[in-house]
Nanobody, 121 residues
Framework: QVQLVESGGGLVQPGGSLRLSCAASGSIFSIYDMGWYRQAPGKQRELVATITDGGMTTYADSVKGRFAISRDNAKNTVHLQMNSLKPEDTAVYYC???????????????WGQGTQVTVSS
């Protein structure tokens, strides 16, 4: 079992930045692949970014060049740095984890409770 707790959401103006954090507990953090999803009102949940246990990253086309995922295995945390934010980035952001590959075919195994990000002037 893995417990995930997100923090860092809030209200930001277009063009601004936010850094989301996710604290993990309950298992050996370093062996899990980590990811961030988001879900906007009336839309399907979207996989935004992933990072493997070895540090390899992937991004949705909609956030490439603006978002960066990173992890600190010593602190059992994963971060999502979000820059050049747009109103369409407004969503609830969820931290997630899974063992090994399969984000697209199998989805996440563990979820956080979500944190709201609102991009508005």
């Amino acid at each position: 079992q893995v417990q995930l707790v997100e923090s860092g959401g809030g209200l930001v103006q277009p063009g601004g930045s936010l850094r989301l954090s996710c604290a993990a507990s309950g298992s050996i953090f370093s062996i899990y692949d980590m990811g961030w999803y988001r879900q906007a009102p009336g839309k399907q949940r979207e996989l935004v970014a992933t990072i493997t246990d070895g540090g390899m990253t992937t991004y949705a086309d909609s956030v490439k060049g603006r978002f960066a995922i990173s992890r600190d295995n010593a602190k059992n945390t994963v971060h999502l740095q979000m820059n050049s934010l747009k109103p369409e980035d407004t969503a609830v952001y969820y931290c997630a984890s899974r063992l090994g590959t399969g984000w697209i075919t199998k989805g996440a195994q563990y979820w956080g409770q979500g944190t709201q990000v609102t991009v508005s002037s």
